[in-house]
């Protein structure tokens, strides 16, 4: 057995064997033989089969691949974030200003089923698609081998890149692949241990829609092109896209054939891939130019230089924090990774799958949502940026009423808050269509936006479904985002020139848009996402279940988000209280309906106590106000917070937590009631169903969807910090019996601090708070025990300055 990390490769169970993997990674399991550090790494012994459940994703914000590693045929799927199936639409719905006072009127005399069937006749758009997202094709590279020995497929969570090895008659074949920020392409290295024998075929496929597709070796180039196109007539501007690969061989021959390229005989093969299409680039010219601009500069650099930068640049995110809850039993963290997720089906004694969980979402946010110089940089979408069919599951779309704002829960908390940034251009790109929306479906000043986006940030209402379509409050969560990257950074430039604005945009909409009903400004027609009730005995028609109505309890906490982030961030910005928007947002606040409680004690969902259609519904709405947001939190309001768990026990009990992102958003809610136990039955319970063999977080077991990948990253995260009641609160929901050790690094607070800490016999052992901006520091500790700070009793809060740290002991 090898184990020397001097020479550059890692040797699995004294066979397996990976180059360029530069640090040790080997840890000795429990059978002696050697595995890849089970925290870190996925890895496999066998390829993938199922795309979407063992694909290994890839990327550099823009641009995605997936690697399955078959030694015969290798298929890899290539996405592009701006590939969607076409151009800005116009689904302005041409009749909603009309029906609006019709709908409303009806809502107020009880005459609620039909102000639903009004509602889908006359206010929804007559095109209900927004527009979905699609791929560039595949890299199909024939390699030919048959029956090979010692297979591993891995991919580093802590560096980004992925990769297979085999013995294929005794040669040792690799394949590397890395998404490069720096240099905004993908690579790969391709090598066999002995000299020439190297031979593979490489062509794009893609279903439909392609105009070119060709192969060349002219002067010296051996690349590969496709061009294709979202299908329209060019009079309809459909989405344009050219994509090459160039292939640098050492040793060997290659020939080109119509869209095919063969190469024999090599020893090692390198692979640079870009793609660009026209939402960033309007000129044809310049379009294909950046494309061979990137890989010309890729090539010239070449492989080794363009993967020590990606590496670099990846780690230097990736490395800001890490969380350690400690060494699994038996050596379950040694196995491959499908062997410790179906191990986990039955109870998660491998605590390192959950840290490798944490470090998974970390990786794929760094991977699908970076900011560049670009004018506008596509968001992390319903599927980050990975998709292998002309168009991708629920549209891979932007749907903000939950799960967009799920994929960024880490963002702030695990310190990669600019992977938050692309949502901002989203926006930015949104928000002159949303004006013009708040205008022509309610005749309203503002900003306002449905429950989804596309690329074109279309702001109108989606789909045609009573459940979820009815919804004008997507600004009024997204904008929330930007209030916390201020919250998380002290950026007052920021705060001043986009969130503040935005703010104001989108509290004028409310003030005009809401209607109001017992002395209170609300919404409606709207919806509890996706949630209906049964229509009550004075109403009509009676029995039946309907999802629209007016006052949905998250409206309210929402509109209430809206003001006060409003007014935080004018008292931030010294913006006095007579501004018109201050005042005008001081009134409309004590005019936003309060939570109301039941006969069981839960917060209502509802204006009344409706009779429940689905008891156990997936989506929290109503209790937004416990998390993400802060309204309901035990430390802010503890009558709120009662009547929060009395809703959330209550949609558990009855079925929730049904799909992977509604489990995980389960984790969150659990930590925010600050109870480290029920939040690990709920992290376990994800584990148990939710994740599949390449750790991409499921709908129902099947069908992927990026969403609960963040959303159980935030919500380990929450049980060891939290910091939106104004404290910085450590170890608020440690699960003490099943995490009673472990340790923490690099997590961040509200108001810029930073944390690291270690707990034992599930206390806090020792903390360093280091404040990044200056400002005042609460500290908390676990249920509200006494604690030091540098030494002496913590009584309130310290007055901290910019590099300060503070050392936390019991
Ligand atoms: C191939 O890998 C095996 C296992 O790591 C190693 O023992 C062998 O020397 C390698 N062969 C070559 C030609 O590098
Ligand atoms: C996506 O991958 C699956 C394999 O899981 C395959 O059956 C399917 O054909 C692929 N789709 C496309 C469009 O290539
Ligand atoms: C229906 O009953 C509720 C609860 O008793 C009451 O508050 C409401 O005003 C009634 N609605 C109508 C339309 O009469
Ligand atoms: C409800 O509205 C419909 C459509 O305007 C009307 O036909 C019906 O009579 C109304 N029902 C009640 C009970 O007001
Ligand atoms: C609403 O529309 C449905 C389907 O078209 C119809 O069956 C029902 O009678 C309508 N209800 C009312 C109250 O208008
Ligand atoms: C090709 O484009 C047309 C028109 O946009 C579209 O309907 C069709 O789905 C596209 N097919 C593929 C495979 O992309
Ligand atoms: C908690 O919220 C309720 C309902 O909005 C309110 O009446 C009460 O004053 C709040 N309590 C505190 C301590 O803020």
Not at 86 to 101: S, V, Y
Not at 168 to 177: F, I, L, M, S
Not at 224 to 244: D, T
Not at 695 to 700: F, I, M, P, R, Y
Request: charged share 20%; net charge neutral; with cysteine.
């Amino acid at each position: 057995m090898n184990n020397d990390p001097d020479d550059g490769q890692i040797h699995l169970g004294g066979k397996m064997h990976f180059s360029y993997l530069s640090v040790p990674l080997i840890v000795a399991s429990a059978t002696g033989v050697l595995a890849l550090d089970g925290s870190r790494f996925l890895w496999y012994d066998a390829p993938g089969t199922d795309w979407e459940s063992s694909a290994l994703p890839i990327g550099n914000g823009r641009l995605g691949a997936t690697v399955l590693g078959g030694p015969g045929t290798e298929l890899i799927p290539l996405n592009e974030d701006t590939i969607w199936s076409g151009p800005l639409q116009d689904r302005t719905p041409p009749r909603a200003l009309a029906a609006l006072p019709r709908v409303r009127e009806m809502l107020l005399a009880g005459n609620i089923s039909a102000a639903s069937n009004l509602t889908m006749e006359d206010i929804l758009p007559d095109q209900p698609s927004e527009r979905a997202f699609s791929y560039f094709g595949n890299l199909a590279l024939e390699f030919g081998h048959g029956d090979v020995e010692d297979y591993v497929r891995w991919l580093d969570t802590s560096q980004g890149n992925a990769g297979v090895s085999y013995t294929y008659k005794d040669v040792n074949y690799t394949r590397e692949y890395i998404a490069s920020f720096p240099s905004d392409v993908l690579a790969a290295r391709f090598t066999a241990s002995k000299k020439g024998v190297l031979s593979l075929k490489a062509r794009f496929t893609r279903e439909g829609n392609a105009t070119s597709n060709t192969a060349s070796t002219t002067g010296g180039v051996n690349q590969i092109a496709m061009g294709g196109s979202s299908g329209q007539k060019p009079e309809e501007h459909p989405i344009l896209f050219v994509g090459k690969a160039r292939f640098v061989i050492s040793g060997g021959r290659v020939s080109a054939s119509k869209d095919t390229l063969t190469i024999s005989g090599a020893t090692t093969v390198d692979v640079f891939f870009n793609t660009e299409t026209n939402y960033r680039h309007s000129n044809p010219k310049s379009l294909e130019a950046a494309v061979d601009s990137k890989l010309r500069a890729a090539v010239k650099k070449g492989y080794a230089r363009v993967r020590r930068e990606a590496v670099a640049d990846a780690a230097s995110l990736l490395g800001r924090a890490a969380i350690d809850l400690g060494t699994s039993p038996n050596g379950l963290a040694s196995l491959p990774t499908d062997q410790r997720i179906a191990h986990a089906r039955t109870g998660l004694e491998d605590v390192q799958l959950a840290t490798l969980a944490w470090n998974f979402g970390r990786h794929l946010l760094v991977a699908s949502s970076r900011n560049t110089a670009a004018a506008v940089d596509m968001p992390a979408n319903l599927q980050g940026v990975w998709n292998n069919k002309t168009t991708a599951a629920w549209g891979g779309k932007y749907t903000i009423n939950i799960n967009i704002e799920m994929n960024y829960w880490p963002a702030g908390p695990t310190n990669l808050i600019e992977t938050q940034e692309p949502l901002f251009d989203l926006l930015g790109v949104a928000r002159p269509r949303g004006r013009a929306m708040a205008r022509s479906m309610y005749g309203c000043d503002g900003v306002v936006i449905h429950h989804n986006l596309d690329l074109w940030g279309d702001p109108a209402p989606t789909d045609h479904n009573a459940h979820s379509t009815m919804w004008p409050m997507g600004a009024a969560w997204m904008v929330q985002h930007m209030m916390e990257h201020y919250r998380f950074t002290g950026d007052r430039n920021f705060l001043k020139r986009t969130a503040y604005p935005y703010l104001v945009d989108v509290a004028r909409f409310y003030q005009c848009y809401t209607l109001t009903w017992e002395g209170s400004r609300v919404t409606g027609p709207s919806i509890s996402a996706e949630n209906s009730f049964i229509v009550p005995a004075n109403a009509t028609v009676a029995g039946q279940s309907i999802g629209i109505d007016i006052a949905p309890e998250q409206d309210n906490q929402l509109m209430r988000d809206v003001v006060t982030s409003l007014l935080e961030a004018a008292t931030a910005l010294g913006i006095s209280d007579s501004d018109k928007d201050v005042e005008a947002a001081r009134k409309f606040l004590d005019l936003i309906r309060a939570p109301r409680i039941g006969s069981y004690g839960q917060i209502l969902e509802w204006r009344y106590e409706y009779k429940e259609a689905d008891a156990g519904h997936r989506h929290l709405s109503p209790l937004y106000g416990l998390h993400p947001s802060h309204q309901f939190a035990p430390l802010v309001n503890e009558t709120l917070s009662k009547a929060a768990k009395a809703l959330l026990d209550h949609r558990l009990a009855s079925g929730s937590g049904s799909t992977g992102w509604s489990r995980t958003w389960t984790i969150n809610q659990y930590a925010r009631l600050l109870s480290g136990a029920e939040t690990w039955k709920h992290v376990a319970a994800w584990f148990a169903k939710y994740l599949m063999a390449n750790l991409w977080n499921s709908d129902h077991g099947v069908n992927y969807q990026i969403d609960g990948n963040f959303g159980v990253t935030s919500g380990l995260t929450e049980m060891l910090l939290q910091s939106h009641a104004g404290v910085v609160h450590l170890l608020p929901a440690l699960p003490a019996e099943a995490v009673p050790a472990g340790s923490a690094r690099g997590l961040v607070a509200r108001g810029g601090f930073e944390v690291d800490m270690e707990w034992k016999d599930g206390k806090l052992k020792k903390a360093v708070v280091t404040s990044k901006s200056g400002g005042q520091l609460k500290i908390r500790v676990g249920d509200g025990e006494a604690f030091r700070v540098n030494g002496g009793r913590y009584r309130s809060a310290i007055e901290a300055s910019k590099g300060a740290r503070f050392v936390v002991t019991p």
